[in-house]
């Protein structure tokens, strides 16, 4: 089953608005990770939080993550429509080495309205 | 990070048949993951590739129907085996980036639909 319940579900925003997205876990964890999906393609990484981490920034992205919740927040600032696009939140319950596959949130559908 | 070449990109392909779909990296990797995306779904992971030993399935994953092979540190196949119009899904490979402490590195994806 999916580690990760993400909301919302889809977002739809004006450009230059800021978009936040939730995700909550069940287990413990490594690290949360964000990806973005376009169109059904190959996933990009964007910014992932270890779990000592409470928040990180890169770029326009901001993350948090509340261990003692199991909840993490993707904010995007001054969204533009290239970010229009599915993201994923996903973890790892390993040693972070690397050799530990990914379990992944349901993911947030974001439009951004010109 | 390295960079990940997947394909085909895409096939439509007949029930009943099989389809492979090779992932190739341009630096050595120990370990290779390949996931599954339904329409409109997330990712589930199908199975982890160790190069020189068995690849190891998640659960609601078999190998007669999913078998991978990883003959070295640079490449890997998953074939889909007699495939049925439930199998209709995205088919992505994945590395760690380094040591996996900074993210996966995902390959492009193939879209494969059975009629």
């Known amino acids: 089953s999916q580690q990760g319940e993400e909301d919302p579900q889809a977002l739809s925003i004006q450009e230059g608005e800021n978009a936040t997205m939730n995700c909550s876990y069940k287990t413990s964890i490594n690290n949360l990770q964000w990806y973005r999906q376009n169109s059904g393609r190959g996933l990009v990484h964007l910014i992932l939080?270890?779990?000592?981490?409470r928040e990180k920034h890169s770029g326009r992205l901001r993350v948090t993550l509340d261990t003692s919740k199991k909840s993490s927040s993707l904010l995007i600032t001054a969204s533009r429509a290239a970010d229009t696009a599915s993201y994923f939140c996903a973890t790892a319950f390993g040693s972070g080495g690397g050799a530990d596959g990914l379990t992944f949130g349901k993911g947030t559908h974001l439009i951004i309205q010109p | 990070s390295a960079v990940i070449s997947q394909k085909p990109s895409r096939d439509i392909c007949q029930r009943g048949t099989s389809l492979t779909i090779q992932c190739q990296v341009d630096s050595q990797v120990t370990m290779m993951f390949w996931y599954r995306q339904q329409p409109g779904q997330s990712l589930t992971l199908i199975a982890t590739?160790?190069?020189?030993?068995?690849?190891?399935?998640e659960s609601g994953f078999v190998i007669d129907k999913f078998p991978i092979s990883r003959p070295n540190l640079t490449f890997s196949t998953l074939t889909v085996s007699n495939m049925s119009p439930e199998d209709s899904s995205i088919y992505l490979c994945s590395v760690a980036r380094q040591t996996g402490s900074y993210g996966y590195t995902f390959g492009s994806g193939t879209r494969l639909t059975v009629v």
């Open positions: 939080i270890r779990s000592n981490e």
């Open positions: 590739a160790n190069q020189g030993s068995e690849a190891t399935y």
